[in-house]
């Protein structure tokens, strides 16, 4: 078996560009093979491997496909053979006996095309599936993506497939994503992009079809309990707590929390000054009665803008950033001392791991110097007596916030703090007060409630004790009002 | 005392009553917007005095249905603005005191003469903001404003304000809000929003002066938060501007009616004694007298005195006469007020450098006695004035100025050869001509 393949083979490759064709078929497939068993096995799990496999080696293998007739037409011209002699020549009088389908070369070529045609197929199915994963979308364009594999691999959608939410399903989709990818090679290549690249919000598949899949708004979401730790800026770096009990469901009619605004029967609509969907023209909702609400901003910054971006207001209008999160420097320090990654015995760590995260330095390798010198020389000056005790603490603190400023820092990509904010909330941005706010009013001039209590009931704000509220008010205490306004706002909205 | 104690239980009764209409829930919702959409206000009023004794949001904001300003703000009725018979709801004493004071009367300058100049000479936006800040404006109601005030006329802070309540004043122009401290409006940096400046400058000549000078080396030493700030007893390192025209002594109350130790008016033209002058003056000298000897505050007043006279008598006067003749003779090339040159000159001698001489003088500020005041208030009578006047044309002009230079012995020096004068002054002759002004009585 094996030597007659090798005799075709040899029989084949008439001349060395015939023979190059011919090696290159032969090792891509075995390499293929070999590396397809590799992986199969889980010896090889280098993401970058799959490229090769499923990029490189289709690739070489149809060369070799190409080259092989090639080279036998180059040497019918030379030659002034015909093909019947070539042939003949080649594979001796008994191989093309019976002439054109009753001979062994053709079969050998049928059985052979046919194994091509089925290797091929293989091979462009896993292509595919290949492309579809998140390491190829991931690494394939190393240092422009580099930023959002980075914050998606820590994001609460690392088991999602890119695909699946900036592609979607069906041919169409898939065609578009290919031309694109085509056009992002092209500017990848010739360094075509904008530094950071600008949110694909326009690309993005509608959340009807990809966050819906597993979050639909029918489901009851209740309310969520959230307590949020920040810590001061004084020598204990002490905690602080706010507490939101979040109204996040969509709720019944007169009942409702955060997800009214995709509830199906509510539509809301909006037109905003540009794609940035900051500013808002106006804002209007359609209620189940088939009547239309509008609000219009009445202190446009942008004169006379032009309704550039009208939109139907779905899940990614408020979770602008779901699973490429960049976070607030302050907040991420605070999480990683709520973790103990940051050792809060050391004086002012919340202070300097703040100023430490903020430097602008040029590079992962600068933040890493510039972070530690700025945190050891501030112990060294300010404690000189304890600062040998603490050497630890300090380390892995240092640690900490080279995390921090590695997951959120990309100078390749020119992404400092705050160069992706999110709209969740109003902390980053002006988020719901975008359209929850008196600028933005009504026919008889009213506007979209921005009271506090209309979305979160509040059982501590910046308080020593996560449910501060809850327990009894101090008849002394500056804030008693406030105290027991929230205390007696959140039990009434539980009762409901 | 019988007295102290009537006003606390006024107090009190009107503080119960003021508390008892709050409604500690709608405080509450205040509280938990106002700390989230402007912390900066609701951290100053944290630590204050107020939140201390449960004054929240609506012991000062609330409004009634039918009040001009009341505006609907979430579910409560509330103004913007408030008033001293707000703040005199809980302090009656000193809202009373506000009312009767000078300070209260700042908002009528709107017809006055700099009033009037600020609004030829300049514009309208600059008499909101050059003049109405500090003066007070005339507090406009406009039903279409999200809180009921039309927003020429507000926010003004200024101490005279003419609010709609038909009240005067505004206790925040020293009283900053919304921490609204006794310690900030007993330093010199709450005068010093509007006492400051070529034509009042009461701030530099306090900063000159050597209570300037101890009161900022010894700020630490001042006391300024404690509940009890009499002079002497509580803090002794330096007065401060409440120190000598408002804050107690061991024998007098604290006033918040400032001109109530004050016996010269050093603001026209031609400085005049106040009435009652002599308890005015009386009330001052108490002051002083926590920490200098009787002596000692009686030589300052006559040396203060003789220059207010001086001023009052070489140069206001003639300046003031020659001015009456110019437009009584109608030789003023246009019609209008501040249109002629000679107006502007007239009119920078006593408003300007003729009120920072007055200032310096009062306040032993001895560069602005004499460079920023004596010292240009001459040149500009001598160089400016009196040729500007010689230059109209007119022969009774001309014959009063030369009166003025040739008879008059303060201004005889003129015309007189330098070796002689000096020799006058060697010999005690010039200041001979001066004495009168030490030594007058009126």
């Known amino acids: ?496 | 005392m019988r007295n102290i104690s009537l006003i606390v239980g006024i107090c009190l009764v009107f503080s119960i009553g003021a508390f008892a209409a709050e409604d500690p829930k709608v405080a509450g919702a205040c509280m938990t917007c106002h700390k989230e959409k402007s912390p900066g206000l609701y951290k100053q009023w944290f630590d204050s005095e107020h939140a201390a004794h449960s004054v929240t949001c609506l012991g000062c904001h609330q409004a009634k249905k039918g009040d001009a300003d009341a505006f609907s703000h979430y579910d409560a009725t509330i103004a913007t603005l408030v008033t001293p018979a707000d703040c005199g709801r809980c302090h009656p004493k000193e809202a009373e005191e506000v009312g009767n004071s000078y300070h209260a009367s700042a908002g009528k300058i709107l017809d006055s003469a700099d009033a009037y100049l600020a609004h030829v000479a300049a514009g309208d936006p600059v008499a909101v903001l050059g003049c109405e800040s500090c003066h007070g404006g005339k507090v406009e109601i406009d039903k279409s404003s999200p809180n009921k005030l039309a927003r020429r006329s507000w926010p003004n802070s200024g101490i005279g304000r003419i609010n709609p309540d038909g009240s005067l004043g505004s206790c925040n122009a020293c009283h900053t809000r919304h921490s609204f401290a006794k310690a900030q409006a007993r330093q010199p940096e709450a005068c010093s929003k509007c006492h400051l400046g070529p034509d009042h400058p009461q701030k530099e000549v306090y900063e000159e002066s050597k209570h300037g000078n101890t009161y900022f080396t010894n700020e630490e030493l001042m006391n300024l938060k404690a509940d009890s700030w009499v002079v002497g007893v509580d803090y002794a390192a330096a007065p401060t501007c409440a120190s000598c025209h408002m804050s107690a002594t061991k024998t007098q109350g604290i006033t918040h009616d400032v001109g109530q130790r004050i016996a010269w008016t050093l603001r026209p033209p031609i400085s005049k004694h106040k009435d009652n002058h002599e308890v005015k003056r009386a009330n001052m000298q108490d002051v002083c007298t926590a920490c200098h000897t009787r002596t000692f505050t009686d030589g300052h007043f006559y040396q203060f005195d003789a220059s207010v006279r001086l001023y009052n008598e070489k140069f206001a006067k003639p300046a003031t006469d020659l001015m009456k003749l110019v437009r009584e003779k109608k030789l003023l090339e246009n019609p209008a007020a501040f249109s002629n040159k000679i107006e502007w000159t007239y009119w920078e001698l006593w408003h300007h450098e003729g009120r920072r001489a007055r200032h310096g003088a009062a306040m032993m500020g001895p560069d602005y006695t004499w460079w920023h005041g004596f010292y240009d208030i001459a040149q500009h009578f001598y160089f400016k004035l009196l040729p500007q006047a010689r230059d109209l044309g007119d022969p009774d002009v001309d014959a009063f100025v030369d009166q003025i230079l040739s008879s008059d012995p303060m201004h005889k020096w003129v015309r007189e050869q330098t070796e002689d004068l000096k020799k006058q002054i060697r010999a005690g002759e010039m200041q001979k001509i001066y004495t009168r002004f030490f030594e007058a009585e009126e």
């Open chain 1, 1 to 496: 078996m094996l030597r007659s393949y090798l005799d075709f083979v040899r029989a084949v490759s008439l001349d060395r560009l015939g023979r190059v064709g011919v090696i290159l078929v032969t090792t891509s497939f075995v390499s293929f093979m070999v590396m397809q068993v590799g992986m199969l096995l889980g010896v090889v799990t280098n993401a970058y491997v799959g490229l090769i496999v499923y990029l490189l080696f289709p690739v070489l293998f149809v060369l070799g496909l190409a080259i092989i007739p090639l080279a036998w037409y180059r040497q019918r011209k030379r030659t002034g053979k015909s093909i019947d002699e070539l042939l003949e020549q080649s594979f001796g009088p008994e191989g093309v006996q019976g002439r054109a389908a009753g001979s062994r070369v053709f079969r050998t070529v049928a059985i052979l095309t046919l194994a091509n045609v089925l290797i091929l197929g293989v091979a462009s199915i896993k292509m595919l599936h290949f492309m579809d994963s998140a390491e190829f979308c991931g690494t394939a364009c190393h240092s422009v993506m580099s930023p959002e594999w980075t914050t998606y691999q820590a994001s609460p959608h690392a088991q999602v497939a890119c695909v699946e939410c900036h592609v979607g399903e069906g041919m169409g989709a898939l065609v578009n994503s290919k031309l694109n990818g085509a056009w992002q090679m092209v500017s990848a290549t010739f360094n075509l992009y904008e530094r950071p690249i600008p949110t694909p919000v326009h690309q993005l598949r509608p959340a009807r079809e990809t966050c819906e899949k597993c979050h639909w708004p029918e489901k009851f979401y209740g309310s969520r309990l959230q307590t949020r730790t920040s810590y001061a800026n004084d020598d204990q770096s002490t905690p602080r707590y706010t507490t939101l009990n979040l109204k996040i469901d969509p709720g019944a009619a007169g009942n409702s929390g955060v997800h009214w605004h995709v509830d199906p029967e509510n539509e809301v609509r909006y037109a905003s000054v540009d794609d940035r969907r900051e500013e808002m023209i106006w804002v209007e909702s359609r209620q189940p009665d088939g009547s239309v609400r509008r609000f219009v901003n009445t202190r446009l910054t942008v004169p006379d803008p032009e309704a550039e971006d009208l939109r139907t207001m779905d899940c990614v209008d408020c979770h602008n950033r779901a699973t490429h999160i960049y976070e607030e420097p302050e907040r991420a320090v605070d999480e990683q001392i709520r973790l103990g990654a940051i050792n809060r015995e050391l004086p002012y760590i919340r202070r300097e791991a703040v100023k430490a995260v903020r430097g602008g330095y040029p590079s992962l390798e600068a933040a890493e110097q510039g972070i530690r010198a700025g945190l050891e020389s501030f112990y060294r000056r300010s404690y000189p007596d304890k600062v040998s005790s603490w050497y630890d603490r300090i380390d892995q603190a240092v640690e900490a916030i080279v995390r921090i400023w590695a997951r959120n820092i990309h100078p390749g990509m020119k992404i400092g703090w705050g160069a992706y904010p999110s709209f969740l909330g109003h902390s980053d941005t002006p988020g719901c007060f975008r359209c929850h706010n008196r600028d933005i009013r009504d026919a008889e001039g009213r506007w979209i409630s921005d009271d506090c209590t209309l979305c979160h009931s509040i059982l501590a704000y910046g308080e020593s004790t996560p449910f501060a509220y809850l327990e009894p008010a101090d008849e002394k205490a500056r804030n008693r009002p406030m105290h027991e306004f929230l205390r007696d706002e959140f039990l009434t909205s539980i009762e409901d």
